[in-house]
């Protein structure tokens, strides 16, 4: 199971190096960037692409791939620069040790767990995003949903209370765009009553499995990108944590606001401010990421939507925007 993610993984990465010549340095703080280079370059190997890793490798040939590691090469780049940078992320405070060496990376690997590698950011100009951004968020959360209620328990009474902010219509159709193991679907079925309907959707099998242990229905397997659903056919969608999981911020807001109705409401929500949840994870707040407010108004205003509340304290996460 284990090497069939790496596998996986490594499929990925050799499709993303550009064809023909081509220069890659796989960059992070530990040992494993010249475990995770080498693993690389037998797989170009494998896939017939030449490759040469330096400092040890003579020359394999003029259309050969250079496959480089560590912050000391990434620092010395060829003449042209790399062509992909490979960022290994191996703990939750490399941010802060680090500064933007992550995020200025075209591919990001997930390696807090070195036997479930997980591509977690993949430059669309290497590889567009429906080549790999379900299987790979699939495999994150996949491995997750086991132990995520008891991570995250705690975080029930705030789902109620965005709900209660969200003043969804009562008998109106709801869905939860990632719903995961379906904390906000009691509070949801709650707001619309016993006349209204509420999907639960999730594109990780395992997230729904324990939905259904909960005893809720009304669950569907699906991407959030791409919903199963008629044009105007929902009175509003509920999305916890969803946006900073999409490939694209644009593009997603733009395919919720395809299911809404006129008039219809999006809920965006997480139970942790943007700062506190930034602290977590060891990173700064960028004025430019997706839920920034003015990133976000920006964003939902070419998707569809029109911003009507932006709430970012230290304890939750709530936008309520209303469909043009």
């Known amino acids: 199971m284990t090497q069939d993610r790496w596998d996986e993984v490594m499929d990925l990465l050799v499709a993303a190096v550009p064809a023909g010549p081509a220069t890659v340095v796989v960059d992070g703080t530990d040992e494993r960037t010249g475990q995770v280079a080498d693993r690389l370059a037998a797989a170009l190997r494998a896939a017939g692409r030449p490759c040469t890793r330096p400092p040890g490798d003579a ?14 090469a990434r620092e010395h780049p060829p003449v042209g620069g790399w062509d992909v ?32 590698p997980v591509i977690r950011h993949l430059a669309p100009r290497l590889l567009p995003h429906h080549r790999w951004h379900l299987t790979e968020s699939r495999a994150f959360f996949g491995v997750r949903a086991a132990t995520w209620d008891a991570k995250f328990g705690d975080d029930l009474p705030a789902y109620a209370a965005a709900v209660d902010a969200a003043d969804l219509p009562p008998g109106g159709v ?21 006349a209204g309907t509420v999907v639960g959707l999730d594109h990780t099998p395992q997230m729904l499995a324990k939905a259904q242990e909960k005893g809720n229905g009304g669950l569907v397997l699906a991407d959030a990108g791409r919903l199963p659903f008629a044009d105007g056919s929902v009175d509003a969608v509920f999305a916890a944590g969803l946006v900073m999981h999409l490939p694209d ?29 930034a602290a977590r994870h060891g990173r700064v707040l960028r004025p430019d990421e997706p839920l920034a407010e003015g990133p976000l108004t920006a964003a939902a205003a070419r ?20 469909r043009s």
Not at 59 to 72: C, L, N, Q, T, W
């Open 59 to 72: 020359p394999a040939a003029d259309a050969a791939v250079v496959v480089a590691d560590g912050p000391f």
């Open 85 to 116: 940078i490979v960022w290994l992320r191996t703990s939750r405070r490399q941010h802060e040790a680090d500064g933007t060496r992550g995020d200025t990376a075209d591919v990001v690997v997930d390696l807090h767990d070195p036997d479930w």
């Open 174 to 194: 709801v869905i939860d765009a990632g719903c995961g193991t379906g904390r906000a679907l009691p509070a949801l079925r709650a707001a619309v009553g016993p």
């Open 249 to 277: 911020p644009v593009d997603g807001l733009r395919e919720l606001a395809r299911v809404t109705r006129a008039g219809g409401r999006l809920v965006l929500f997480h139970p942790t401010g943007r700062a506190a949840l």
């Open 303 to 322: 998707a569809g939507w029109r911003l009507v509340r932006y709430d970012d304290g230290p304890d939750r996460f709530l936008a309520l925007a209303d």
